[in-house]
Structure formats: structure tokens, C-alpha cells
């Protein structure tokens, strides 16, 4: 029916046009709230706090690379509406209490992704949190994990990003190669885990380097 997104277009082809609105921004929900003021209609509040928990959640409370003034506008605005407070509603978002509640496998999956780079497979999952010790006291049980997920589909490696709101940088889990991550991040890693300060996206910063990497 229709196309809104925030992400590269890539190969698409549909049986009739279409209408498309795509944006450099942080979040899709960016654009909807767009759409909504354009249109003359007000979100509900609770409509409105979930529209703000989605931006606040792609753009890593404002920390993320992807994130635009835009993104910061409209997440305000929809606040306001809900008569929420952004950086409670962030903490409340990106909160660890439920890291218990989950298998390893299924806390890696919640935000998962493979990719192919010039010859070389990998899988890279991304979580978000506020503090990432109660995440790395479980690192044997993700490293397993990974290791299982690797060998299935024969990945060159296979990484965690646990990014850490209040740390702004993301601690790299992984299994595979040392030398492959010593060599694009230009860090030693210790123990299949490195701290990169400053990294918040997987789409800006982890897969753009590893590309540098493999040319």
C-alpha cells in the first residue's frame, strides 16, 4: 500500500505505484508524528507514549548516531501529549530487570540480524540497556549461545552488541575471529570481549567498519 521508513532503500519493485516517504531521521515514528500533525490529528496519550518509547528506542535516547533534531522534536512533543517524562520513560525502556526472565538465545534473538560482506558471513544482535553488568554476568551463557548459532550456519563470527546508555559505548561479545575484530577496531580484545566508547549503532559504526575491514 504504501512505504514509510528511515532506512536505505534498497532493491524494490511493487505491481502498482505507490506512495513512498523516506527520511533521513533517527526513527519511522518520526515520520508518522509528522504525518499525524500534517493530517490535523491528535495521537491519544497512550498512543503517543508508545510513539515516543519507538523513538527513544531507535535513537538511543538521543545517543545514537542516527539521530536527528527532528527526532528529538517530535519524542518531546509526543511526551507532552502523554504527559510522560522523556528520560523516565527512556530509563524505564532500556531498564536490565527483565534480563532474568530470558534464555541467552532468547534475549540474542530479540534484536537480531545477518549479514553478508564481501564474501564473509556474520550475525550481529544488538541490546540496549541502562548499565550492562547484569547482561555481561551472563556472558558465558552468550557466548554459547553464539557458538551454536555460528557453527549452524557456518559464520565467519557472530557478535553481541550490548550498548550501554549510561556508558554511551558498547561492550562486543563475540565468537570467531581475534584477529578480525583486533584489526577493525584497532583494540585487543580480552577474552571475545572488547569495550568500543562512542559506538551506539550498529547500522552507522559496527557494520560500516567491519565493510572498511573486508573492503
Not at 142 to 148: R, S, V
Amino acid at each position: 500500500m504504501a512505504i514509510i521508513d528511515h532506512h536505505r532503500l534498497a532493491d524494490i519493485q511493487t505491481k502498482m505505484p505507490v506512495a513512498v516517504r523516506n527520511e533521513p531521521v533517527g526513527c519511522t515514528n518520526t515520520i508518522l508524528t509528522a504525518m499525524y500533525q500534517e493530517h490535523g490529528v491528535m495521537p491519544s496519550p497512550a498512543m503517543a507514549g508508545l510513539m515516543c518509547a519507538a523513538i527513544l528506542s531507535d535513537t538511543v535516547m538521543f545517543k545514537s548516531p542516527t539521530c536527528t533534531k527532528k527526532d528529538i522534536a517530535m519524542a518531546e512533543r509526543l511526551a507532552r501529549i502523554a504527559r510522560v517524562s522523556v528520560e523516565e520513560l527512556g530509563k524505564e525502556l532500556f531498564t536490565s530487570s527483565g534480563v532474568t526472565d530470558k534464555s541467552a538465545e532468547e534475549l540474542f534473538r530479540t534484536d537480531y540480524k545477518q549479514f553478508h560482506i564481501a564474501e564473509k558471513n556474520l550475525g550481529v544482535s544488538q541490546i540496549t540497556c541502562v548499565g550492562a553488568d547484569a547482561y555481561l554476568s551472563r556472558k558465558a551463557e552468550f557466548l554459547e549461545a553464539m557458538e551454536k548459532i555460528r557453527e549452524k550456519h557456518e559464520f565467519d563470527i557472530v557478535i553481541l552488541m550490548l550498548t550501554d546508555v549510561l556508558s554511551e559505548g558498547s561492550h562486543l561479545l563475540y565468537v570467531g575471529s581475534d584477529d578480525i575484530m583486533r584489526q577493525a577496531f584497532n583494540t585487543e580484545p580480552k577474552d571475545n570481549d572488547l569495550f568500543i566508547p562512542g559506538m551506539m549503532s550498529r547500522k552507522k559504526q559496527l557494520i560500516p567498519t567491519l565493510t572498511a575491514l573486508w573492503g
